[in-house]
Nanobody, 115 residues
């Protein structure tokens, strides 16, 4: 069974930084692209970043130049470094993996940015 567990969220002042982690189990982690999404209540989940098995990264418009996705295959973990945080970055951040066409999600970790 695929399990994704996010951590690292919290409350941070605008301009600050956080590092989110997502620990994966139940899949051959190193071959799978991994993604981060953000959700604000009442809105659809928004794509934030993706990293493929070779380390190639893709970012959503809101994440470009401020967020960095990375992975450690030895630890089955994907990270999202958040920097220069703004109020609009507030939301619940979810890790995503796909296996055999099925989406798997963690429970998310809350990021709140205050001014």
């Amino acid at each position: 069974q695929v399990r994704l567990v996010e951590s690292g969220g919290g409350s941070v002042q605008a301009g600050g930084s956080l590092r989110l982690s997502c620990a994966a189990s139940g899949l051959n982690f190193k071959i799978h692209p991994m993604k981060w999404y953000r959700q604000v209540p009442g809105l659809a989940r928004e794509f934030v970043a993706r990293i493929d098995s070779g380390g190639v990264t893709t970012y959503g418009d809101s994440a470009k130049d401020r967020f960095t996705i990375s992975r450690n295959n030895a630890r089955n973990t994907v990270y999202l470094q958040l920097a220069s945080l703004k109020g609009e970055d507030t939301g619940r951040y979810f890790c995503n993996a796909q296996r055999q066409g099925i989406d798997f999600w963690g429970q998310g970790t809350q990021v709140t940015v205050f001014s």
